[in-house]
Each structure stands twice: as C-alpha cells, then as structure tokens.
Nanobody
C-alpha cells in the first residue's frame, strides 16, 4: 500500500512537498516515482528514483524545478516542487515497483493520489 500526502493549493511560483510512504512487507522496492494526471489527460511520469543507487529521472517539464528523493529506509519517496506553475495543477500519484526476494516479477502499486492546485 502507498499513502500519499502533501497536496494543496499554492500560488504560482510557490512550493509544495509531496510524500508517499510504502508498506511493502515481504517485498523489495526497486523504484518509486511520481506521476501526474490532469483532467481529461492521461497519467504522465513526473519523476522516478531507484532504490539501489538513487538514480533519478525527470520529465522535461519537471527538470530543474522538482526534486525527487527517498528516505534512508527507501520506503518513503518525496517530491519537492518549486516554481510551481498553473499547468502543474493535477492529481499526483505515487508509484512503487517491487519484487519478492529472489523473484523477477515486478509488482506495480499506485497510491490514492493527492491534488495539487496552482493558482495564477
């Protein structure tokens, strides 16, 4: 299970920090990420981070403004959002890809989503 928090209403140019805690007893998290979905649009990747070495990747729209990080235990992922724009308004979902020890099949888990609204 993934529990996301931190969304809200912010003015353009402001900042928000999203958090997502994973409960994955018996699984090893390979990577976590944040995705956004605007009304009428498909869900899109915003940023991802691997658990093994902390490699990060960003959508072009997020690079330079957003920073993804994870906790020491690797079970919590954060998205620090800065210089927010009205077009960043969306529901943000966290995602975790995990495996059972010794197995290769990846489980894809989604959080419940948290709304970020950026006013102009």
């Amino acid at each position: 299970q993934l529990q996301a928090s931190g969304g809200g209403l912010v003015q353009a140019g402001g900042s928000l920090r999203l958090s997502c805690a994973a409960s994955v007893t018996g699984f090893r998290i390979k990577s976590m990420g944040w995705y956004s979905q605007r009304p009428g649009k498909e869900r899109e990747v915003v940023a991802t981070i691997t658990s093994d070495d902390g490699t990060t990747a960003y959508a072009d729209s997020a690079a330079g403004r957003f920073t993804i990080s994870n906790s020491i235990t690797k079970n919590t992922v954060f998205l620090q959002m800065a210089s927010l724009r009205p077009e960043d308004t969306a529901v943000y979902y966290c995602n975790a890809r995990s495996v059972r020890p010794g197995r290769s099949y990846e489980y894809n888990t989604w959080g419940q989503g948290t709304l970020v609204t950026v006013s102009s």
